[in-house]
Nanobody, 118 residues
Framework: VQLQASGGGWVQAGDSLRLSCAAS????????MGWFRQAPGKERELVAQ????????FYADSVKGRFTISRDKFKNTVDLQMNSLKFEDTAVYYC????????????WGQGTLVTVSS
């Protein structure tokens, strides 16, 4: 599975941004998709996750109510809608995929930078 993340950029606090992750190489059938981020000097963290069906989602406490993860099975894409962005959301965002109940995410996109100015 090859993943390509896009949509990052520079925004002001309070603005919105939508990230997109396109998969190629195979369908994402059965794959759980996640968005991670890594800020300078910090460890990578899971921001949001969505099941194959889309019926189950997970959000980090820091983004609940502001971020929404969604997927389009036909387009083989996963998006992350980010609203009310804060300075502390500044990070490189990565999309990742894991199959079924696998514990680890073996497939990663290249990352897209989101910079939020206060």
């Amino acid at each position: 599975v090859q993943l390509q993340a896009s949509g990052g950029g520079w925004v002001q606090a309070g603005d919105s941004l939508r990230l997109s992750c396109a998969a190629s190489g195979r369908t994402l059938s059965g794959y759980v998709m996640g968005w991670f981020r890594q800020a300078p000097g910090k460890e990578r963290e899971l921001v949001a996750q969505i099941s194959w069906s889309g019926g189950r989602t997970f959000y980090a406490d820091s983004v609940k109510g502001r971020f929404t993860i969604s997927r389009d099975k036909f387009k083989n894409t996963v998006d992350l809608q980010m609203n009310s962005l804060k300075f502390e959301d500044t990070a490189v965002y990565y999309c990742a995929a894991r199959f079924g109940t696998a514990a680890e995410y073996p497939y990663w996109g290249q990352g897209t930078l989101v910079t939020v100015s206060s």
